[in-house]
């Protein structure tokens, strides 16, 4: 308010009124000039952020890791499978804790208009959130930490996740 009180004593100061428009309008015209501008400058600014999108790339770390790929290729072997959507941020956040070694892991896609969707496997899992887990035969619902997910699947391997 005090922004657009001072604008308008500016304008009325420094501006010589425009012909036909009321000095008293002149305020009214700073201030929806200010938002103009306010909004051009913030959209610019969240063009320039990295968003998060469906085939993130995950840190070197992650990627490099060689606890997360023996962990993935056990959940493999175990036959756990990861439900969620590629809308889902919690999802997402899930896949990035395991980088590279994600190509490991049984991933479906509950959503139908997703890549390589089975919206069937997963109203048959009974699916009621993602990302959930079915790891030995029980359900996670939720992101689960590494170490979690180790001791879902009795994982007997390096944990230096």
Known sequence: MFLILSLGIMTRRFVKPLKGIRRSRLPVIGAIALIGISTSVLSASLQARPLLVKNSVAPEWVSSNPAIAALAAHLKKVGAKMYGAYWCPHCTRQKEMFGAALRDINYVECD????????????????????????NGKSYVGVQSLEELANASNYKGPRNF
């Open 112 to 135: 139908p208009r997703g890549e390589n969707a089975k919206p069937k496997l997963c109203s048959d899992a009974g699916v009621k959130g993602y990302p959930t887990w079915d790891i």
